[in-house]
């Protein structure tokens, strides 16, 4: 038990207990093996606008990568990827609306005839209470559902781990596997890119990510198993009913 001369005043915890909780800044994160950042949280090194000029509507700010919310290009990455694993942080704000392009070709496309995008979105807004069961934060949108709907309340931030292998995407929001979908079960998803860019969605809304970095696509070992298995199918049975209406 320490003496009360050990003891450090009330007045002096407080300040630093709301520096702890509401700083911006991302903690300092060590990149796993095999595994590459793709954001230096300085500048816009790796990236570039389509469009129009990046700077229009993209920025750095306290270390993080921020859409603004002003009109203007999506996000491509430099380089083109194949199979991989790609982590990341993200952070909307109320009722917010973004995504991740994943393999799609230089203009961006993500629906038939290109990538995929995978949703990014405050699924527990009011505007959203219709929404189909594709457009759901995690989901490969419009063509392999969230199983589950984990997203934080908007304003906290979000892991999201997209693992890509041929037409096997494996999608973990915020610890919880919430897509494990093959073109067995969704044959859309043989007919779209298996290599490309990557893309980060300007849905003319606020978002902010942090801690991007991709790496080698990890071992399959849940698609095949019953506990995943079951679940994504009968997904894919709402989904086919619900993909033109609302949501059951």
Not at 9 to 20: H, M, R
Not at 58 to 77: I, P
Request: glycine letters at 10%.
């Amino acid at each position: 038990m320490s003496s009360g001369t050990d003891r450090v005043p009330t007045c002096k915890l407080i300040p630093i207990l709301f520096v702890a909780a509401f700083t911006s800044v991302s903690p300092s994160l060590a990149l796993e093996p095999g595994f590459t950042s793709l954001f230096n949280g300085r500048d816009l090194a790796g990236w570039e606008g389509v469009t129009s000029d990046a700077a229009q509507s993209w920025r750095v700010e306290d270390g993080l990568l921020v859409c603004t919310g002003a009109k203007g290009t999506w996000l491509r990455s430099r380089q083109q990827y194949g199979d991989f694993n790609l982590r990341f942080d993200y952070r909307l704000k109320p009722g917010g609306n973004s995504g991740i392009y994943v393999r799609v070709p230089a203009d961006g496309a993500h629906r038939e005839g290109g990538g995929v995008e995978v949703q990014l979105l405050d699924d527990a807004a009011e505007r959203y209470k219709d929404i189909k069961p594709g457009q759901y934060s995690g989901s490969v949108y419009l063509v392999a559902p969230a199983t589950q709907h984990v997203s934080r309340p908007a304003g906290e931030w979000n892991t999201m781990e997209i693992n890509c292998q041929g037409t096997h995407y494996r999608i973990i929001h915020n610890g919880v596997v919430i897509v494990d979908a093959g073109a067995r079960d969704f044959p859309e998803l043989a007919e779209r890119f298996q290599h490309g860019y990557l893309g980060l969605q300007n849905h003319s809304e606020e978002v902010w990510f942090r801690n991007l970095r991709i790496g080698p696509p990890q071992p399959e070992t849940s698609l095949e198993s019953a506990h995943c298995r079951s679940p994504q199918r009968h997904h894919r049975r709402l989904f086919r009913r619900c993909r033109y209406g609302h949501r059951e």
